[in-house]
T-cell receptor, first 109, second 115 residues
């Protein structure tokens, strides 16, 4: 399976701190995507990084990709209480999206 | 904005009932997906459809079937609901013409309880 595995499973930080989540995968990919899920809702796309890219930024989000290690990280800088959610990576080979169990982030005000 | 709409937010059904979960997208996407999400197991792909009347099994198709008669609508069918199918069901769609670098758009989810 192309399923990504996120680490840690849960992360609790104070507002204003940075949050780092990691993703490992097993197969070759065309791109890797990160999604966010607020409690009990559908997933929302955050950012996509292509296999030939090493780093990408979008607002307070920074994503890195190391294809030699088959790993990616998502950094959220200056976190806010509203960032509290679960975050999933989706390594993408072809048409399908595979998701892991996610990292549950709790940002305390 | 892409909109993916699932017919019900919450659903309670009895064991043995035939259950239909409906999903409609309004962006002419070729690809549509059904996932179930359970605590500790993440999202698992049940079925995938890449065109009208075309489907592919995902990782956990047992006990489910799907129907895609029109491009915008993808239905998940539980032939005979069982308590172990109690879960959150998520529908998603994505463009098939944008190459590999397309994103998935999700519905709001249906929380199904089988009693």
């Amino acid at each position: 399976s192309q399923q990504g595995e996120e680490d840690p499973q849960a992360l609790s930080i104070q507002e204003g701190e940075n949050a780092t989540m990691n993703c490992s995968y097993k197969t070759s990919i065309n791109n890797l995507q990160w999604y966010r899920q607020n409690s009990g809702r559908g997933l929302v796309h955050l950012i996509l990084i292509r296999s030939n890219e090493r780093e990408k930024h979008s607002g307070r989000l920074r994503v890195t990709l190391d294809t030699s290690k088959k790993s990616s990280s998502l950094l959220i800088t200056a976190s806010r209480a509203a960032d509290t959610a679960s975050y999933f990576c989706a390594p993408k080979g072809f048409n399908k999206f595979y998701f892991g169990s996610g990292t549950k982030l709790n940002v305390k005000p | 904005d892409v909109k993916v709409t699932q017919s019900s937010r919450y659903l309670v059904k009895r064991t043995g009932e035939k259950v239909f979960l409906e999903c409609v997208q309004d962006m002419d996407h070729e690809n549509m997906f059904w996932y179930r999400q359970d605590p500790g197991l993440g999202l698992r792909l049940i079925y995938f459809s890449y065109d009208v009347k075309m489907k592919e099994k995902g990782d956990i198709p047992e006990g489910y079937s799907v129907s895609r008669e029109k491009k915008e609508r993808f239905s998940l069918i539980l032939e005979s609901a069982s308590t172990n199918q109690t879960s959150m069901y998520l529908c998603a769609s994505s463009s098939g013409t944008g190459g590999m670098n397309t994103e998935a758009f999700f519905g709001q989810g249906t929380r199904l309880t089988v009693v």
